[in-house]
């Protein structure tokens, strides 16, 4: 019996057929100049609803508004790059991803990390009010497990403030709010798309951002600063004569990435209803239980993306337990995040008992589009015979 993983993609035919057309198009779609790069991108602003009026009429994301990007965790360097400054305080709920504190401090600034929803993960407006000085330039915040935080009142309340809000939305591809999705509430959003995501590309990841002029500079520092592209210059002139605007890295998106990412957007929706099934029948079995806590109600007027299912257990020792008896029986769980204001290099020592009780007593059990009826079987099974 193979093991049951936490976190798995599923790809298929169609992936390794759309891998096969770049390789004989001979072309894999250096820097952002790949056709499927574009193609991703338009399929990609497709599913994203970016105004929604009274839920009424909505409209999609304008793919001038979307850049991809080599993978979420430098989408993250790159909006702290573009918004602060040394000296400047970014506030992070501690539930959150490491590569959003590195971000933070390569950039100069100060991470403050803040307290979250104890059964939820997710960040509340309070958590971040109790966190903001007059330092305060930005906060980066996720959408746990796929669950949309408060997203209307943080970004009210961040723009009187004039901080700005960058939305992790990696837990959350395709999350909505009142028919608006996450990652467009915010100054920025950001998606990843690693081996471990809702869908993947291999790696890779899209930023979202209204503001042309950050957007077109994030692309120049991730293409190397060029200018324009060595392709555009016409054939009459020197075609290998370049200016840079700045002195940019590389972290482009190829076409074999971006090929891959087009199947999985055709595939999107099963995958989404395939997670929801499976999260509506783990609450079904393991609410009647008593010894363990389902993850809470998703909002009303909410939409996930259901990429975590984590369950509550009464103390650590029997969440420990828990975890080890399923791993003997060769299914694997997790606790995700690791809280930042625990690790050792960011040498905070503030206490956050929300978070640090969620800490102790949270696991997440598999939850992916791969899992066999057969598989969701074992897993209620064999944590029905713990205790
Ligand atoms: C996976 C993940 C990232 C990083 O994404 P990469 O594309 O792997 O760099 C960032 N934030 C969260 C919340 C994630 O889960």
Redesign the pocket.
């Known amino acids: 019996m193979k093991p049951i993983n936490i976190y798995q993609p599923e790809l298929g035919t169609e992936e390794l057929n759309a891998i096969k057309q770049v390789f004989d198009s001979n072309w894999l779609g250096y820097g952002r100049q790949g056709t499927r790069q574009a193609e991703f991108v338009k399929s990609f602003a497709n599913k994203i609803i970016t105004n929604s009026f009274d839920g009424i009429a909505f409209s999609p994301a304008n793919p001038k508004d979307l850049i991809t990007i080599s993978?979420?965790?430098?989408?993250?360097f790159q909006s702290m790059q573009t918004y602060i400054e040394p000296g400047d305080e970014v506030i992070i709920p501690t539930i959150?991803?490491v590569?959003?504190a590195n971000a933070v401090i390569a950039n100069g600034g100060t991470p403050v990390f803040c307290d979250v929803n104890k059964r939820t993960l997710n960040v509340e407006l309070e958590h971040i009010k109790s966190k903001v000085t007059n330092k305060t330039k930005a906060i980066i915040i996720?959408h746990f497990a796929g669950v949309p935080c408060d997203i209307e009142r943080i970004t009210e309340f961040c723009s009187h403030h004039n901080i700005k809000v960058i939305e992790?939305n990696?837990?959350s591809p395709f999350s909505q709010v009142n028919v608006k999705s996450t990652g467009t509430f915010g100054d920025m959003g950001?998606w990843?798309?690693?081996p471990?995501?809702v869908i993947t590309t291999g790696?890779?990841?899209i930023i979202y951002c209204k503001d042309k002029k950050i957007l077109q500079d994030i692309k120049y520092r991730t293409y190397l600063g060029l200018k324009g592209s060595a392709k555009s210059n016409p054939v009459d002139d020197k075609w290998w004569e370049f200016d840079i605007e700045s002195p940019g890295s590389k972290a482009t998106m190829n076409d074999i990435s971006a090929a891959i990412g087009i199947e999985q957007l055709k595939k999107v929706d099963t995958f989404l209803a395939k997670r929801r099934f499976i999260h509506d029948v783990y609450t079904k079995e393991l609410s009647e239980l008593g010894w363990l806590e389902t993850p809470p109600d998703i909002p009303t007027g909410t939409v996930s993306s259901y990429?975590m299912y984590h369950i509550q257990l009464p103390t650590e020792t029997m969440r420990n337990g828990l975890a080890k008896y399923l791993r003997t029986r060769d299914i694997y769980t997790t606790f995700?995040?690791y809280p930042l204001h625990w690790v050792k290099y960011y040498g905070s020592n503030i206490k956050l008992p929300n978070a640090e009780y969620a800490a102790n007593h949270t696991l997440c059990i598999p939850i992916h589009q791969s899992l066999s009826n057969n598989d969701i079987d074992k897993i209620l099974t064999t944590i029905k015979s713990f205790k």
Do not use: I
């Open positions: 993978c979420c965790s430098e989408a993250l959150g991803f590569a959003a996720m992790d990696a837990n950001l990843s798309f690693d471990m995501k790696d890779g990841g990429y995700r995040y």
